[in-house]
């Protein structure tokens, strides 16, 4: 292209390359102001998110610590309870194991008693096989009798009879002569034995005099002002009286004394040494009358021992043991067939032991034996059973010796004589006892209906204390009032005279009077 053309048209287009030049310029210029500007906002932004992010870190860095710290912390309490749970489990797999030993040892128990249990059924059922085998040919043995019996019909009765007479003698005929001579020389041996036992018996036909029972107490008082006090407001000294000791207190115009009427002589006595200390100190109040019931008590135990002691070393028997002395002692308030039995004892053994000198037997045991005799009667109102199983157990419990248990155990044919101090002791006992005017039954059972009465009566589980009064007649309940309302008080009353009617036998009618006392204590200190 020659110069001219160009310039022509080069000269044509520079507004157009001006122009686009200077938009280019522009553009260029907007581009680095937007980049400037880009990175102005950009390092204010660093300069700002700078601050923050450090704040931020330092607020994760504390939280990471906390995190940590509470994680730690609950690691430590994950570990101890799984170390509490791993205890748990232990102790219950331990027990599960130890029921689980239990079980298999029970359950081995109950396999060895089945075991035992088809060992004796088919022992049984062996024993059954056979009965049945035995019947079997006794029936077959009976037929074969019967045929026999058939045969000889023709023969008269008398005939007959000969007949099965001379069979038995010809079957058993030898066992018989033998049985005749083992006898005829056991009967050798016995004929000195037997002559000491018939002596023993002859012997039963001594008596002598009785000692008198009786069953009330009078107690002397200074004057009869002191009834008074002896009754005290509305009765309820004489009310606290009889119910502590269970005995009836008549007080009347007799002047100057009081009547203790009671079936029970241990009562009486509790009674008339309680009475008698009140009206010494001249301080009676149902508190007081408590009190000087209880020394009273304790007075008589004393007393019980002292007498249980006393009776042996007057006996001379020794080696006895203390409660058994104190349950001989007992016997000095007990009464049999109108006679004091204590007394009874001591005469039984002084007569044994002499009986038992004159036939040459032993001593030593007919005395104790004779001091013993009795010894049930003590608690027989207190424990089931005749006197005699009584003293049986009681013996059997501190260990006597088993000849002085067989010598009393027969006093009443109650057992078979297991030895000629048996005869000796039960002929001593014949010879206290029967005497003139002593065997008074009504008195004896009167006493065992009163104690029937006390002891059907104590066998509800609501009474706290009984006691019979009025002759029988009456009887009077005391409850717990802790335990028993006023509903329930009659009730009992109700139930306690149905079961008088229904198992007991009395005379005319019996009063049942059921008593709540209430007591509200306080202390001030």
Known sequence: MSPCAWTEAVGGKVPIIMEVTTLLVGVGLAAIGAVLGYIARQTIAKRELSTAEGQAAKMIKEAEKKAADVTLEAKNKAVDILDESKQEVKTQEEEIREQKRRLEKREEQLENRLGEIDQDKQKLIRKADEIRAIQAETERLRNEELEKLEKIARLSREEAEKEVYRLIEQEHGETVSRRIAKLEK????????????????????????????FTTTTVAIPSDDIKGKIIGKEGRNIRALEKETGV????????????????????????????????SDGRIHPARIEETVEEARKAIDTKIKEAGEAAAYEA???????????????????????????????????????????????????????????????????????????????????????????????????????????????????????RPGARKETAEKYIKRLEELEALINSFPAVEKSYAIQAGREVRVFVNPEKTDDLTAMKLAQDIAGRIQDELKYPGEIKVVVMRETRSIAVAR
């Open 248 to 279: 009836e207190l008549i007080v009347d115009d007799t002047p100057e004394s009081v009547v203790i009427s009671g079936f029970d002589p241990v009562r009486r006595e509790v009674a008339r040494l309680a009475l008698e200390k009140l009206i």
């Open 316 to 434: 001379g028997v020794a080696g006895l043991h203390p409660k058994l002395l104190y349950i001989l002692g007992r016997l000095r308030y007990r009464y049999s067939y109108k006679q004091n039995v204590l007394l009874h004892s001591l005469e039984v053994s002084y007569i044994a032991g002499a009986l038992a000198a004159e036939l040459g037997a032993n001593v030593a045991v007919a005395k104790k034996a004779g001091l013993l005799h009795d010894i049930g009667k003590a608690v027989d109102h207190e424990i089931e059973g005749t006197h005699v199983n009584i003293g049986i157990r009681i013996l059997e419990k501190f260990n006597v010796q088993k000849e002085v248990i067989d010598a009393m155990k027969s006093h009443h044919d109650d057992y078979p004589h297991a030895s000629v101090e048996s005869y000796i002791v039960t002929a001593a006992d014949i010879i206290s006892a029967a």
């Open 186 to 213: 056991e009967g050798e041996e016995q004929i000195e034995e037997r002559a000491l036992e018939l002596m023993a018996t002859v012997l039963q036909k001594y008596s002598r005099s009785h000692v008198s029972e």
